[in-house]
């Protein structure tokens, strides 16, 4: 009754949301910072007769000012319910089942699971030298778990050597110095499609809301996958109402970048290893003897959740989501109480 590589299937864990609201929560990357007003003026005004309809099954409003925004044309872009959910339709569009999905290694564990779900194979790579054999490359860039940033010049040379489709999940681009919109709305780009999402620096991530842009012949495809109304209107209205207060979000990400830099220089004074993080989260290995799993639980134990990756490849740090000042503060007095 259960298909065969579904039986076998390893779901992907997502981080704990845990349902008490007294807790430190660093452990999925949300933004401490609340949503621009608008979107809130949004809600509160939302006519519900709008809700006894469908909603605009290409999001003509929400797509023409993300085209705006991003220096390109309706025709590229693709708004899905969550980028999580772009990514599903991406592999659903561009494998055939006898090709594989590819992406660096570590990184953002879904994709490894989305290829499962899909029945190809899966291939990590360490680094961009060489371009694998596979019909899709996930490349998040700057990386997760590890926050590693590559430049765009390094994204564009991979791009150009790959033979399939790469989505450069631009997740985590907002708190980066660069990043590479500019591949995607290139007239030459034929392979590249730039993802973004609203769960990260437009705070949004209850939401469910993210986008790619790209070639129109890639976008059209995907059109051609997705559920009918696959983004609802409430979401449509509020996603729209967010891009609209740039400077909202930007103050927000600012904010978050100047707790990034001192969070990681007060780890670093007490021994810990901080991979210089372009993202809104750390990825940092404690000082030996201690262990990242014994001190994610001696956290968690605080109420304080952060991420551990268990394996070879991240078993050896943990994941910490920058939070507001107040709230890294708590954490740093948690670990000393170990
Ligand atoms: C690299 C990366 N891509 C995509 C996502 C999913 O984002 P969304 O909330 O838009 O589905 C995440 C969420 O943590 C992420 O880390």
Same mark, same amino acid.
């Given at each position: 009754?259960?298909?065969?590589?579904?039986?076998?299937? @390893?779901?992907? $864990?997502?981080? @704990?949301?845990?349902?008490? +609201?007294? $807790? $430190?929560?660093?452990?999925?990357? @949300? !933004?401490?910072?609340?949503? #621009?007003? /608008?979107?809130?003026?949004?809600?509160? /005004?939302?006519?519900?007769?709008?809700? +006894?309809?469908?909603?605009?099954?290409?999001? /003509?409003?929400?797509?023409?000012?993300?085209?705006?925004? !991003?220096?390109?044309?309706?025709? !590229?872009?693709?708004?899905?319910?969550? #980028?999580? @959910?772009?990514?599903?339709?991406?592999?659903?569009?561009?494998v055939e089942d006898d090709e594989a999905i590819a992406s660096l290694d570590p990184s953002y564990s879904l994709y490894k699971t989305l290829a499962a779900i899909r029945d190809v194979k899966w291939v990590g790579v360490p680094n961009l030298k060489a371009a694998p054999k596979a019909a899709l490359f996930l490349l998040t860039n700057p990386n997760a778990p590890t926050g590693e940033f590559r430049e765009p010049e390094e994204v564009a040379a991979f791009a150009k050597k790959f033979r399939g489709v790469v989505i450069v999940d631009e997740a985590y681009a907002d708190f980066a110095r660069a990043n590479c919109m500019a591949l995607a709305a290139a007239k030459a780009n034929r392979n590249v499609l730039v993802m973004r999402t609203f769960s990260k620096s437009y705070s949004l991530a209850g939401l469910r809301v993210g986008y790619c842009v790209g070639p129109k012949p890639l976008i059209d495809a995907m059109y051609k996958v997705k559920d009918s109304y696959n983004v609802d209107a409430v979401a449509q209205a509020v996603a729209l109402a967010a891009v609209k207060d740039q400077k909202w979000m930007r103050g927000n990400v600012a904010k978050v970048v100047r707790t990034r830099a001192s969070f990681a220089m007060e780890l670093e004074k007490r021994g810990w290893n901080v991979i210089p993080s372009e993202s809104n989260f750390v990825f940092a290995r404690p000082p030996a003897p201690a262990k990242a799993a014994d001190v994610f639980a001696h956290l968690r134990s605080q109420n304080v959740f952060v991420r551990y990756f268990p394996g070879p490849k991240t078993g050896d740090r943990l994941r910490i989501t920058i939070g507001t000042d107040g709230q890294m503060k708590k954490l740093l007095t948690a670990l000393k109480k170990s």
């Open positions: 009754m259960i298909a065969r590589h579904v039986r076998k299937l @390893e779901a992907y $864990v997502p981080g @704990e949301q845990p349902r008490a +609201r007294n $807790v $430190v929560k660093l452990n999925t990357n @949300e !933004n401490p910072y609340p949503p #621009s007003p /608008s979107c809130a003026a949004v809600l509160k /005004s939302f006519d519900l007769d709008r809700l +006894r309809r469908y909603p605009d099954p290409v999001f /003509s409003d929400l797509r023409a000012t993300l085209a705006k925004l !991003n220096g390109t044309s309706p025709e !590229n872009v693709f708004v899905g319910n969550g #980028s999580d @959910e772009v990514l599903s339709i991406a592999a659903k569009t561009f």
